[in-house]
Structure formats: C-alpha cells, structure tokens
C-alpha cells in the first residue's frame, strides 16, 4: 500500500466517480481503475460498492478512508516540520564543552539565537579529552577543543587565539608589578585546577626547565572557584585569559605578564569529518564565521587542512 494509491482512493471516496477522480487527478479513468484495483488486491478488499452507481464505499473502504486521511494529513505535517527545519524555524543544536571552552561558545551562541529564536541549543559539558569519543557516537554534532583531534577522522575549524594569564588580587603585593620572570613566583601559592591537563603539564615543565619551585598548595574544582579564591587575596593563579577577560575589565583581578608563561591557546569546533551537519549547525557554523569576521582578533574562523 503507497501514499500514491491512498490519494487515488480518496480522489474517487470523494467524487464518488471514477472519472471524476480521473479528471481531477489529471489522469485516464482505466489508469484509475487500475490503482484501485491493485490496492484492493494487496488488501484482499473490495473498497468500492461496484452495484451502487454512486461510488459508495463499502465497510472496508469506509474503514480505510479513515486511516488514508490521518495518513496523508502525517505526510503533509512531516512535510512542514522539514520545511520549518530548514528555515530554522525549529531545530536542534548540540555542542559540547568544557568549563573553559563554553565561554567562548557564550557569544556565538548569543548571535545565533538572536538571528534563529526557535532553535534549541544544548551544551553539554564534556571533558575535552572525551570530546573526540563522544562525537563519533553522535551525542553531539560540534565540540569545542583547545587541541587539534586526528585530522582524518574529524574536520577542525580554529575560531579563537587565546593565552595564558597569571592572575593575581588588586591587593596582592605583586598587583602592581606588571611584569614578572618566572623566577620571581618561586615563593609564590598557586591556585590550581585540580584536573590534570596538557596545560597544566606545561606549567609545571616551564617551572622546572626554569629550575623555580612551583608551590601548588591549593587545588580547586573549577576556574570560577579558583577566580573567586584569588579575588579575595589568596595567592595566585595561571588561567586562560578568556575566563577572567570580564574581571580584567572591572578590576576584581589583575593580570602579570610572565615572558616564560605566554603560551598561546588555539580553541577550536570540531565535527567528524564524514558527517551531514543538520541545518541548525551548518547556521551555526555561519555564525561563528560572521562573528569573526565583524569582531576581529582574538575571534577568527580558519578551515585547518587535512593533511
């Protein structure tokens, strides 16, 4: 049974003549006729009082009409909402993030939903190691990385440049220095993230190479906490400058430039390769090019090469 012959059989349901039907459907009446009567053999029916002159149905055919008209009324919905999905009048977007990466998402995401109201976002909040896992089983469509994944199984787009930033109160005996060598930081407390990372890694490298001692004697859960800690006068702290670029700006922190520590951060979104984006990604991906097209450095949308 195909939606094709549903709406030939109704055609005649409602005309109660087959060549009516016929007319109306821009075809012959025996090439109506035929239709019918494959639908009722595929049936094992008779949908049509073939006795009565005035096209009644029979039991069965009043029976199937019913379902043929919630049919095609499903047909014609399906229709609409993949209209609506492609004009992004509905739809869903699924990143994943970081704590880190997510504020860079804040933004874009602020853009987006003023040009597309109707189109859910989600971010689920993701380690960035899992983040490659996660998108080959399709959990999410985008993720948002600080390192470049196996470029043959994943397309990456470098969107923001980022780096390093020590941290310190306005009050710290250090707020005013401005710049310092890693050297100075030997008698320093650290406030650090108690989650082992490629950064943090880094860090600690840097110090050694230096030979200064790197005195990490609290571990926080989350840069927001370790922000917050050092905000009211304890010790220091080494953060991407995207998550303090706000409390720069109202003075709750202050930044020291450490010539040893400026270590560049590429932030990139990443999808599979191979993958169909749904339209609300593909918008997206729109997005983050315009915004980086309008705002300028740090934001910048560049399509890293496979090879």
Known sequence: ???SQL???????EERSFSRAAQRLHRTQPAVSQVIRKLEESLGETLFDRTARDGSLTAAGVLLRDYALRLLALRR???SALGELKSLERGQL????????????????????REFPHVNVTVHRVLASHIPDELNLRTFEIGVMSYRPDPAQFRSIAVYGDSLALIVSPGHPLARAGRLSITDLGKQDFIAHHVASPLRR?????????????????????IEAIKRFV?????????PHLTVARELETGDLVRIKVDELEMKRVLRLVHRSHATLSYAARAFLRTVRNLAQEKGPPFYYHVERAG
């Open 1 to 3: 049974m195909e939606l």
């Open 231 to 239: 905000a009211m006068g304890n010790g220091v702290a080494l953060v």
């Open 77 to 79: 919905e399906a229709a």
């Open 7 to 13: 709406e030939t059989f109704l055609a005649v349901a």
């Open 94 to 113: 699924q990143l994943a993030a970081n704590e880190y990466t997510c504020m860079y998402l804040l933004p874009a995401i602020d853009v987006f939903r």
């Open 202 to 222: 880094k860090v600690i490298e840097a110090f050694q190479r230096y030979r200064t001692p790197l005195n990490m004697g609290i571990e926080l859960p989350t």
